[in-house]
């Protein structure tokens, strides 16, 4: 791509974004100097405990507050200038002052005049003042540890892959593959319930969809109690989106410039005004791609050992990529104890996909042979989902019943057209569409039910069907039969439907300094897949299966002192296959490496335990957790080259998998201007299985392995002054080892910089990612008659700046507390009520 062609794209996507670029400039802080005074009533008595504000007249950021002592007096550090200063104590008329602070000194006594009557009566005409104070990033509770992502400079104007990768606990593969602890079986929600914003199978292109701004927090959920859904043996990841508690009209915008080539504007309006809230948040956005993938297979001949074949390939894809975003909704409090909520989503997602494939053969008694494969496609995809929910509070205690209803529905529109020429000469032609449906309904109530001071008893259910449609169509134009060439045509047409129905009990106490609680779920599932083949009517399949398990939790907390806990629990869960899994469908893009569905795949149990201590003193909070997990059906990957030399990956269920370690995080607010956020997981493996159906590969494979490795990553934020900071972010995972697979290890550094500016209402940003270009996944494979390495890289690095300005700041609403529940297990959206 040209430098013209570049200018071009920027230009058409931002929306205007360059001009809102050209207004921002910098506003580098001053020194503060100390100030004292003290408050008198006017007995020239002092006033303890009254709120003081000091209010910048130019710079709203350079403004603070405090409070009065015992004996009528305060201190604090301002920045030199004009400042109107707020007087306010209880049975005390409000008090304006108008003062220029230029030097450090007491500005000595300042006066306020009682009410009439010395009553509390008007004390609820006096406006609260509000003191922003920086939250930690990272918190840990009962049964969940949440991340704000708010403070992470290095995915300003990114998007949920890219907050995902900095979250502790969590990595993100260089394929876009999310993973916990090691495992990528992970079940992600969207305000508490699975959407259709992540599409079907949760890839990554829908990762990228969902902008980094519109995020409030992630829940990071290692070990669910009974009252989530028990799919995602390594946890949950509950994705909790922006809904303002200002009153009045708020809102703020957010455009990102980036190379490789993106743009993004997004926007986050909200209004509310007595008994109604409104919200709408949306944007799009264009971004480019590129994927490397390099497979060097060398085959060894059983019957001469010298007689081998080389294989060796490249695969670049370059996509260009527009998504668009818009959801809005009302939450409306008919009563004190009841409110309906409701809201729609619609997100969009385009783009068009040129991959080239290039082979290389060499074989010992023959030419050397030279393919090329081009792809190009293109990919349509709408998501559509609608909830409604009602919330009412029997009392005052603590007794509520929340009732939901959401309607989803994906469908997914691919189009790749195939052309292959071997050693210069034309030979294969193809056309494939592939089209994808989902509708899914998912219907749930939860009933809360306080016991005496302590205690809570909880129940529900819930009701999910789900439902795919796959319709794969093959034209081939022009194919002609050669060794290394070989494409199977498949049209074919296949349906996945999945019911499920469950109920959970749950009981939650404390006795004395010891909190314990205790869980049941029970669920029923049932699955029905139809496969017709279109072109070879042998093929077609009717299948059904049925489980139905129990999936007990258990919570032990043990306070020591205030923040100093230890925390033991214990669930089990389970891993259904994802129906792309199950379907026969091979990949088409390439020839040489073949996915294959496997229909016969059942689900994995796992068992998981977890020890942790956690304690926070002052600035610096640590969270250590020792944790192991049994897999029994445990899903294996398994990759053979079929008799002409193509690789196939099937999923198959294999072994058990025991996974135990520590995984450690802190936050050490170590300065005024240096804070760090760490997380290192130490962990140990051990993986069994032996694959010897001897139809499909030709000696028995084992999949046995164990040892030790490591995950860590390394935030450092650096506060320059009041409106400028900047990050460096460091990640590793070691290597690991089994009989078949060698995994290399892995790093990468990124960099961010953020400054505020326009008086606190904009932010300007800047990240680079992976600096040194160091984010790849390389890997060697052993089989009976074959090792073979692969290299893959995801996205090369990239820069993005990014402006955000805020506008109608509102006053804040603070929302009614709960009675505290130091046992809760509640997520957040259920704290709060559905969005």
Do not use: C
């Not at 743009?263 to 490397?292: A, H, I, P």
């Not at 060894?300 to 390939?313: G, I, P």
């Not at 990553?713 to 900047?726: E, M």
């Amino acid at each position: 791509m040209n430098q013209t062609e570049i200018i071009s794209i920027i230009t058409k996507k931002t929306l205007g974004l360059t001009f809102v670029l050209s207004a921002a400039a910098f506003a580098f802080g001053q020194e503060k100097v100390g100030v004292s005074g003290t408050i008198v009533d006017k007995s020239n008595q002092p006033v303890p405990y009254a709120s003081v504000t000091f209010s910048h007249k130019e710079n709203k950021l350079y403004s603070d507050a405090t409070l009065t002592d015992d004996k009528g007096q305060y201190q604090l550090e301002l920045t030199p200038g004009n400042y109107n200063i707020s007087i306010e104590a209880i049975d005390f008329k409000k008090s304006v002052i108008n003062k220029q602070i230029a030097a450090a000194g007491n500005i000595g006594a300042l006066s306020i005049e009682a009410e009439t009557s010395p009553t509390n009566l008007k004390t609820q005409d006096i406006q609260g003042v509000t003191i922003t104070v920086a939250t930690k990033p990272y918190k840990v509770e009962l049964d969940k540890r949440t991340y704000d992502p708010s403070q992470d400079i290095v995915s300003k104007g990114g998007n949920l892959q890219d907050v995902l990768s900095n979250v502790p606990s969590v990595s993100v593969d260089t394929d876009g593959t999310v993973s916990m602890r090691g495992s990528s079986n992970v079940r992600f929600l969207i305000n508490g319930k699975p959407s259709a914003l992540l599409g079907i199978d949760d890839g990554a292109n829908a990762l990228q969809s969902i902008p980094a701004d519109q995020i409030e927090r992630i829940e990071v959920i290692t070990n669910p109690s009974s009252k989530f859904e028990a799919s995602g043996t390594a946890g949950i990841l509950n994705i909790i989106l922006k809904k303002s508690k200002k009153t009045g009209f708020n809102g703020s915008v957010i455009g990102t410039l980036g190379y490789l080539p993106q743009t993004n504007l997004n926007t986050n309006l909200s209004w509310r005004k007595g008994n109604l809230t409104w919200f709408l948040n949306g944007g799009g956005g264009y971004r480019e791609s590129k994927n490397t993938n390099r497979n060097n297979a060398t085959f060894f001949n059983a019957a001469l050992d010298s007689d081998r074949t080389f294989t060796d390939q490249e695969s670049i894809t370059d996509s260009k990529n527009n998504n668009y975003n818009a959801s809005s909704g009302i939450v409306y409090d008919i009563s004190d104890k009841t409110s309906i909520n409701a809201s729609a989503t619609v997100r969009t997602f385009d783009s068009e996909n040129l991959g080239t494939i290039t082979y290389d053969y060499r074989f010992l008694n023959d030419p050397r042979s030279f393919a090329t494969r081009t792809n190009t496609g293109s990919n349509n995809n709408l998501a559509f989902q609608g909830d409604f929910g009602i919330d009412h509070k029997f009392d005052d205690k603590g007794q509520n019943l929340s009732l939901s209803a959401s309607l989803q529905s994906n469908r997914s529109y691919n189009i790749t057209d195939v052309d292959q020429t071997e050693n210069g000469l034309f030979e294969l032609q193809n056309s494939i569409n592939q089209n994808t449906k989902n509708k899914t309904l998912v219907g749930k109530a939860d009933y809360e039910l306080p016991i005496g001071e302590n205690s809570r008893f909880e129940a529900g259910y819930r009701l999910d069907i789900n439902q795919n449609t796959y319709d794969n169509d093959v034209l081939e134009r022009y194919n002609i039969t050669s060794p290394f060439n070989f494409l199977p045509v498949y049209t074919y047409n296949a349906y996945y439907r999945e019911i499920f129905n469950a109920g959970y009990v749950q009981f939650k106490s404390k006795i004395g300094n010891l909190g314990y609680q205790l869980g049941l779920r029970n669920e029923h599932s049932q699955i029905d897949i139809k496969y017709s083949n279109l072109d070879f009517n042998t093929d077609n399949i009717n299948n059904k299966k049925t489980y139905n398990n129990l999936f007990p939790s258990v919570f032990l907390s043990y306070e020591i002192a205030k923040d100093n806990q230890f925390l033991v629990n214990y669930s089990r869960r389970i891993d259904r296959p994802r129906s792309f899994f199950l379907i026969p469908n091979p990949s088409y893009t390439d020839n040489q490496n073949i996915f294959d569905g496997n229909i016969d795949l059942n689900p994995s149990y796992v068992d998981s335990y977890e020890f942790g201590y956690s304690i926070s003193k002052g600035k610096f909070t640590i969270n250590p957790t020792l944790y192991y997990r049994h897999t029994n059906d445990d899903v294996k990957m398994l990759v053979f080259p079929d008799d002409i030399g193509a690789f196939h990956t099937r999923p198959i269920n294999l072994g058990t998998d025991d996974r135990f370690g520590l995984d450690l995080n802190f936050n050490w607010d170590a300065t005024k201007w240096l804070k760090f956020l760490g997380n290192v997981d130490v962990f140990g493996y051990k993986t069994t299985g032996v694959f010897d159906d001897l139809s499909i590969v030709p000696e028995a494979m084992s999949f046995e392995g164990n040892g030790f490795s490591t995950r860590a990553r390394l935030t450092s934020t650096f506060k320059i002054d009041k409106t400028f900071s900047f990050q460096l972010q460091g990640f590793y995972r070691g290597a690991q080892k089994t009989n078949s697979v060698d995994r290399k290890d892995m790093y990468a550094l990124n960099f961010g910089a953020s400054k505020t500016i326009w008086d606190g209402n904009g932010t300007l940003s800047f990240n680079i990612q992976d600096i040194f270009n160091t984010r790849a996944m390389q890997s060697t494979a052993y089989g009976v008659n074959y090792v073979r390495d692969s290299y893959m890289q995801w996205q090369p690095r990239q820069f993005a700046v990014s402006l955000t300005y805020r506008f109608k700041q509102g006053e804040k609403i603070e929302q009614p507390k709960r009675k505290k529940d130091v046992n809760s297990n509640a997520t957040g959206d259920e704290q709060q009520g559905p969005m």
